[in-house]
């Protein structure tokens, strides 16, 4: 996907997160007006090739399933690319996972088993709000694993992927980069606004303290992840965080080359049938 927002996104490691702009708008031309115009005009599109997809795997023809990782701090935007992006398309052909603090039932099991089940089918677009990455982030910051268990987990982890791809999955993997400002003026947002009391978590602030130590842990994993590449989605933009997301999941959709499934059926023989009825 040469000059794709793909290619200019796509980030390996090692990284420095703070090195890079979350306020940039890569890869667009325009500002706030200009972009909620693109990404509704985005939606027939992907619309579209969802359809196409979820078409292919209703007919048992196609094996292509997309799943879409979605990482970042707290007030980054998985969220919001939920209601925004995933909005776009038929929720029939959606697979939405939002992983929490694991069960008992969970904590008996591989920290896969839970991310395995969650897995969409043939034709399924999955999107994972927080993922299997959690347990090498807040498993490391948080000293919820011991070092060995965590480097095992990383190799585990870019095991698990290569072999959703290779069963004929996509996965797109989104980093939602955001600085400390951005997130402390939204979290002020919420604390303004009573309409917002709802999604203000106390804890919050108490992950917040612990800000450079969870940088550090996503550029790792960045780093050690990398058998399917991570693409570092600016984010202190929530209006280009929308767009760019749309526009890399139209692009992993358009590269399917997405066909209608041809019918089981001889249509003249049922336009005849039905004319006559």
Not at 4 to 31: E, K, W
Not at 37 to 47: I, N
Not at 179 to 193: F, G, H, M, N, V
């Amino acid at each position: 996907m040469a000059n794709s927002l793909d290619s200019q996104l796509t980030v390996t490691g090692p990284v420095v997160l703070a090195s890079y702009d979350s306020r940039a708008t890569t890869g667009f031309d325009g500002g706030k007006a200009k972009a909620k115009g693109a990404l509704q005009a985005l939606g027939d599109e992907l619309s579209d090739q969802q359809e196409k997809l979820f078409a292919s795997g209703h007919a048992g023809t196609g094996s292509q399933r997309v799943l879409v990782v979605l990482q970042g701090m707290d007030t980054s935007g998985k969220g919001g690319i939920v209601r925004h992006v995933a909005g776009l398309v038929d929720p029939q052909g959606l697979a939405i996972t939002s992983f929490k603090k694991p069960t008992p039932e969970e904590l008996e099991h591989d920290f896969l088993w839970r991310v395995e089940k969650a897995l969409p089918g043939p034709g399924m677009i999955g999107i994972f709000d927080r993922s299997h990455y959690e347990d090498v982030l807040i498993g490391r910051v948080r000293g919820l694993a011991d070092p060995a268990e965590i480097e095992r987990r990383y190799g585990a982890i870019n095991d698990f992927e290569q072999a959703f791809t290779a069963s004929g999955g996509v996965l797109l993997k989104c980093f939602l980069y955001i600085t400390p400002e951005d997130q402390k003026e939204r979290l002020e947002a919420r604390l303004e606004d009573p309409t917002k009391f709802w999604k203000y978590n106390t804890g919050d602030l108490d992950e917040r303290a612990l800000w450079d130590a969870y940088q550090a842990a996503y550029a790792l994993a960045i780093e050690r992840c990398s058998a399917v590449p991570w693409h570092l989605v600016p984010s202190g933009r929530k209006w280009y965080r929308n767009w760019a997301v749309a526009t890399l999941l139209v692009e992993q959709l358009r590269a399917l080359d997405l066909q209608w499934p041809a019918p089981d059926f001889d249509v003249e023989a049922e336009k005849a049938r039905l004319a006559a009825m």
